[in-house]
């Protein structure tokens, strides 16, 4: 009998590694995500506070580029 306890952990928040959010994260601030996968990333960054940081983050980054754009026109 072979039993892994690395099994035993609970599921991540959402249904989504932090690896699979993070991956997800530019699709998901451009709006390009379907429905049920922003609803999973939006649970993961409510129960994983590294991801809403790093999120929170990356999201201030892309609005301040996206102003820069704008405003250079
Ligand atoms: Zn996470």
Redesign the pocket.
Known sequence: MTSTPADARPP??GG???EQ??AELPDYLEGELGAPTVAAVEA??SG?P??ATFGGAYRAMVDLLRRHRDAAR
């Open positions: 991540p928040p989504l590694t932090c959010v993070l993961h960054l994983c590294h991801c």
